[in-house]
């Protein structure tokens, strides 16, 4: 690889290489990513950088971090041949492991390397990772390393089937992954032992959605109460509704966002919000491509096997059941999961009226 390019002191001449490069996707994808967050760094948009480039804003992100996450690969040493691999491709891969803290990348990137995982194995490892870390009392057999806790998971999962050809599938997928022998051999076990051990189901998230375009409010700004002098009026800011839940920006970091007035949100004591991608969350598949908004009361925090929670994961904001009391910080209970209101036809619900001929 080249070395990472270097701002010459004329700062209008290097945005222009910058440029060049980009539009020419010369040098490595890590290069692409430098390229961009300096470009960010010198005060071009996202969008700017597209309208130059070509390169979309999601694609600029994935770059810029997953070349940070490989700059901290190269500083804690990783294997060469993983290095080597990742520094022509799998932006995609190494941006799953954002996640992660730096001291766990190397081997979480060398375990998907050595597999040829691709992206969306690559996010399934994460999930994985991720609830293996939240066991408590994980089995002494299975080590910390990415192959044992994805040997950990099939190992669960096996013991839960009664039927033979999807145990045996499973089985297969621990032995395949184990890293340590005595992950191997608390697997091995099952091809003697047919015991089937009942997994505890989920609780069903709290899903609802809109029907009628009367739960669907328009949020304004409030002016206050007259008299009011003319400038007030004036100084009020436009606001511009946005996305499918019609949150509403403000001058500074935060947002407002309008809810019906469901009993089980007028309720809350402390109720936020966040959206969500719904294949974040355990929706079904043919459910799960919309975006879905998710109200926390952070007044309740008193774990219970009946709910979803908001926690701590690690400094980042995870949503999740718990069969039993987590580690983590509880941050607050999910009260509802809101999904969009389908709407068939936008411009007609602009009309005053709509007539059916």
Not at 83 to 105: C, N, W
Not at 123 to 142: C, G, I, M, Q
Request: proline share 8%.
């Amino acid at each position: 690889m080249t070395e990472p390019l270097t701002p010459p002191a004329d700062d209008a001449v290097n945005a222009e290489t910058l440029f060049l490069m980009l539009r020419r996707k010369q040098g490595s994808w890590v290069e692409w990513g430098q390229a961009c967050q300096q470009l960010q760094k010198a005060g071009y948009s996202p969008q700017a950088i597209f309208e130059e480039t070509g390169f979309e804003p999601i694609q600029q992100n994935q770059v810029i971090v997953a070349a940070q996450v490989y700059k901290g690969l190269e500083q804690a040493n990783t294997d060469p041949a993983t290095l080597e691999h990742f520094g022509h491709r799998g932006s995609d891969i190494l941006y799953e492991l954002r996640v992660f803290t730096q001291p766990e990348r190397p081997a979480i990137a060398t375990f998907a390397f050595q597999h040829k995982f691709d992206s969306d194995e690559a996010h399934d490892l994460v999930r994985t990772l991720k609830d293996f870390a939240r066991v408590k009392k994980p089995p002494e057999a299975f080590t910390n390393h990415p192959g044992d806790a994805v040997a950990h998971q099939s190992w669960v999962q096996a013991k839960q089937k009664s039927d033979l050809q999807e145990r045996s599938r499973l089985i297969a997928k621990g032995l395949k992954f184990a890293h340590s022998d005595s992950a191997r051999k608390e697997i091995e076990k099952l091809l003697t032992d047919f015991s089937v051990t009942k997994a505890q189901p989920h609780p069903r998230l709290p899903l609802s959605r809109p029907d009628s375009e009367l739960d669907l409010p328009r949020i304004l700004p409030l002016l206050g109460k007259l008299p009011l002098p003319a400038d007030a009026l004036r100084a009020v800011p436009s606001i511009e509704e946005e996305g499918p839940f019609h949150a509403v920006k403000f001058a500074g970091e935060g947002a407002w966002v309008p809810l019906p007035g469901w009993q089980v949100i007028a309720s809350a004591e402390d109720a936020v919000a966040v959206l969500s991608d719904g294949d974040r969350l355990p929706i079904p598949p043919d459910q799960a491509s919309e975006e879905v908004l998710v109200v926390i009361d952070r007044a309740q925090r008193d774990w219970d096997d009946r709910s979803y929670f908001a926690v701590d994961a690690g400094g980042e904001l995870d949503i999740q059941w718990f069969a039993e009391a987590p580690t983590e910080k509880i941050l607050g209970r999910v009260v509802v999961v809101v999904r969009p209101k389908r709407i068939f036809d936008e411009e007609a619900t602009k009309e005053l009226w709509v007539l059916d001929e």
